[in-house]
């Protein structure tokens, strides 16, 4: 039972974050209103296709800033699940003093590393504000 109740909620967690990704992409119209039937914004001849920076930066310092934000924000949503399986650890230890202590030290490290994560955030905000 428990090991469908993990798989249940990775279920759960995966198309929560990855819902608003499928909807972007499932409308891949950008304005144009020359179409056809097939989907293909301006598929003739006298149309020109150009391409747009994915990345929409300008410099190297801008490029590594918007990694370790992304890399931040995937590290605080893990700390945020480890807060949250703590949680469940310990609301279901039934009395057992080790699954509480168990649970205990989950959030105590989930604390830990949440408050690391915002320092660095806050450093490489810093950092990047006074590269520009």
């Known amino acids: 039972m428990k090991k469908y109740s993990f798989i249940f909620c990775f279920m759960f967690l995966f198309f929560i974050f990855t819902f608003p990704i499928?909807?972007?992409a499932a409308n891949p119209s950008n304005g144009?209103?020359?179409?056809?039937s097939t989907g293909l914004a301006?598929?003739?001849?006298?149309?020109?296709?150009?391409l747009t920076n994915p990345l929409s930066v300008n410099t190297p310092q801008a490029l590594i800033g918007k990694i370790i934000n992304a890399v931040l924000g995937v590290v605080g949503?893990?700390?945020?699940?480890?807060?949250?399986?703590?949680g469940l650890t310990w609301m279901t230890s039934s009395g057992s003093q080790e699954k509480i202590k168990k649970g205990r030290d989950i959030?105590?490290?989930?604390?830990?590393g949440l408050a690391i994560i915002f320092a660095s955030y806050g450093l490489v905000r810093i950092l990047l504000n006074t590269v520009k």
């Open 77 to 86: 949503s893990l700390a945020l699940l480890m807060f949250v399986y703590g």
């Open 42 to 50: 301006c598929p003739g001849a006298n149309c020109t296709t150009s």
């Open 32 to 36: 144009n209103t020359n179409t056809q």
């Open 22 to 24: 499928i909807t972007k």
């Open 107 to 112: 959030i105590v490290w989930s604390i830990i």
